[in-house]
Structure formats: structure tokens, C-alpha cells
């Protein structure tokens, strides 16, 4: 079975502090990689996307991943936080039909 | 723009209680999933639907889970004789097919079981 580790599970970071968040996938053949956001009180929303091509990925607000196959690892990035993305942050993969998410790393973003 | 419902927002319950829950996904999405969310952890996988086929079903989902898209369209949820452990987020997401393409999540019924 598909899992996906995240072993950052809370995070405390300053204003304009870089970030990068773990995420590590067990290998089921296909790779198709996720990064979601959830806000305090809001829906999931997704942040960005891999499938194939080039391994850098950009995503929305200033966040990017980089796939790096030989550590089957998609950590999250951004240089610079902000307090708005204070949230929760799911790594996911999609696979056998269904999405396989981590647990999910809690970010907190100190004024 | 129109995305994902689902209603309830909230359900309270007691225990042995049967309790339904409706999503309604983005309109011109063929696939629709059901996940369930405990505090601390990501959604974990239920259920999905490719128009109102159910085509897998986790272990996750007991006999006491049933789900079905009638139309194509909605779906509902329905947990027969609740117990304390079935309290949690209960999410539905849709999508076009494939697996590169976003999963679009609604709010969620959040269940309370006492």
C-alpha cells in the first residue's frame, strides 16, 4: 500500500523566515504529487502539483517542491513566510485510484 | 464560481443514531470522492465514484457506511447505528478523471458522535 510520511508535525517560524516542510512517498510505481493547504476555519486548497517534467515545481502564494526520485522526497518551500500562512500543510500522492495523504504538518507563523 | 458542497456543516448525534450526509461537487466533474479526517492526521481515503459508479471502497468504510451518486451527480453518505468512532471531518472532493488532475475538496460535515 501507498503511504506518505510527514515528519514535521509542528512547525514555529518568524516572519520572513525560509521554510521547507518534509514529505516522503513510498514507491507504488506512479508518482503524482501533492502539496494542499488548509487555512484556519477553510476547505483544503491545493498548492501545487507534480507529475512529470521538470522537477522544480512553483506553486500558488510564492510556494514551490522539488521531486527528487533517488530520496523519494517533494518537500515544500518558500523563502520568505508570511503570518498568513499560518495552516496546515497535506503532502499526497495519487495512486490506485485514490489520494494518500501524510499527516500533515501544523505551521505557525509568529508575528 | 461553484465549488464543492456539502451540508450539514455540523452534525451532532447520539450514539446507534443513523446520520446522512449530501455532497454536492463541481458540475461538470465525473469523479467524486469521500475521505475522512481525525484530528491529527490528513484525510484518509473512503470512497470513489466515476459518474454514479462506486468503484472502490476502502476497508475503512464498514458495513455500516454506505454511499451512492444516483444520478451522477450528488452524493450521500449515510453511517447506520453511529458509534463515538465514527466522530470526525467527513470531506468530499471532486475531480475530472485521471490521476493528474485536482482533487477540488468542499468544506466538510464535521460529525459528533456522544
Known amino acids: 500500500a501507498q503511504s506518505v510520511s510527514q515528519h514535521n508535525h509542528h512547525v514555529i517560524l518568524s516572519e520572513a523566515a525560509s521554510l521547507e516542510l518534509g514529505c516522503n512517498y513510498s514507491?507504488?510505481?506512479?508518482?503524482?504529487l501533492f502539496w494542499y493547504v488548509q487555512y484556519p476555519g477553510q476547505h483544503l486548497q491545493l498548492l501545487l502539483k507534480?507529475?512529470?517534467?521538470?522537477?522544480l515545481v512553483k506553486g500558488i502564494k510564492g510556494f514551490e517542491a522539488e521531486f527528487i526520485k533517488s530520496k523519494f522526497s517533494f518537500n515544500l518551500r518558500k523563502p520568505s513566510v508570511q503570518w498568513s500562512d499560518t495552516a496546515e500543510y497535506f503532502c499526497g500522492n495519487f495512486g490506485n485510484e485514490k489520494l494518500t495523504f501524510g499527516t500533515g504538518t501544523r505551521l505557525t507563523i509568529i508575528p | 464560481d461553484t465549488g464543492v458542497s456539502q451540508d450539514p456543516r455540523h452534525k451532532i448525534t447520539k450514539r446507534g443514531q443513523n446520520v446522512t450526509f449530501r455532497c454536492d461537487p463541481i458540475?461538470?466533474?465525473?469523479?467524486l470522492y469521500w475521505y475522512r479526517q481525525t484530528l491529527g492526521q490528513g484525510p484518509e481515503f473512503l470512497t470513489y465514484f466515476q459518474n454514479e459508479a462506486q468503484l472502490e471502497k476502502s476497508r475503512l468504510l464498514s458495513d455500516r457506511f454506505s454511499a451512492e451518486r444516483p444520478k451522477g451527480s450528488f452524493s450521500t453518505l449515510e453511517i447506520q447505528r453511529t458509534e463515538q468512532g465514527d466522530s470526525a471531518m467527513y470531506l468530499c472532493?471532486?475531480?475530472?478523471?485521471?490521476?493528474?488532475?485536482?482533487?477540488?475538496f468542499g468544506p466538510g460535515t464535521r460529525l459528533t458522535v456522544l
Open positions: 514507491y507504488g510505481g506512479t508518482v503524482n
Open positions: 472532493a471532486s475531480s475530472t478523471s485521471g490521476s493528474t488532475d485536482t482533487q477540488y
Open positions: 458540475s461538470e466533474h465525473n469523479r
Open positions: 507534480y507529475f512529470s517534467g521538470d522537477p
